[in-house]
């Protein structure tokens, strides 16, 4: 059996509902994922799959939908405040933990038609979630997983929104002042 791992590093916020400590707050973090591809036989230029397709594929939907995004819970009461001031959201029906960030790659993963067995993501440095198949079977507990359902969703307004002084001086004004 051969395995590949890529790496990707992407700026994500976010916080979570009904939860006590810190995280229920607004905040940020720089997030890495490894992705763990496997195949039991390699292909005729002697990969499992080109590295460089594994960025295009994966790497790009991460930048488009990820990568400096609020990832928040679609019922989140600050949703409708944060895309009326024009941030574009992505939005899970579960909460947006490393547990569940790590599954959201997987699939997409799958989707993307990459062999992935594993996700590992590290929401900090010291705080790894995996999500993993079983020796290239899905395990039982993915079984169990009810796959997440995320969508980028598009701001209201353009942003981002700066806020406008309430009036403006005269351009005269200024030179009068110098
Ligand atoms: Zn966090």
Same mark, same amino acid.
């Given at each position: ?37 496997? +195949? +039991? ?73 990459? !062999? ?23 395990? !039982? ?18 942003? !981002?929104?700066?806020?406008?002084? +309430? ?12």
């Amino acid at each position: 059996m051969f395995r590949v791992v890529r790496e990707f590093q992407f700026c994500y916020g976010h916080r979570l509902l009904e939860y006590e400590g810190k995280c229920r707050f607004l905040h940020g973090h720089n997030a890495k994922a490894l992705v763990v591809l496997e +195949a +039991a036989q390699l292909d005729s230029k002697g990969m499992v799959l080109d590295f460089g397709e594994v960025k295009r594929r994966l790497g790009q939907w991460i930048e488009e939908n990820l990568d400096h995004r609020m990832i928040l819970h679609r019922l989140d009461p600050v949703v409708p405040i944060l895309l009326e001031a024009g941030e574009t959201l992505f939005l899970l029906d579960v909460n947006p933990t490393a547990e569940h960030i790590a599954q959201l790659l997987w699939e997409q993963a799958q989707r993307l038609g990459l !062999p992935v067995v594993e996700v590992a993501f590290w929401e900090t440095p010291h705080c790894q979630a995996v999500f993993a198949t079983s020796g290239g079977a899905i395990a !039982p507990n993915v079984h169990q997983a009810r796959p997440i359902h995320g969508q980028l969703i598009p701001p209201r307004n353009p942003g !981002p929104v700066m806020p406008q002084p +309430a009036s403006q001086p005269p351009a005269d004004s200024l030179s009068a002042v110098v």
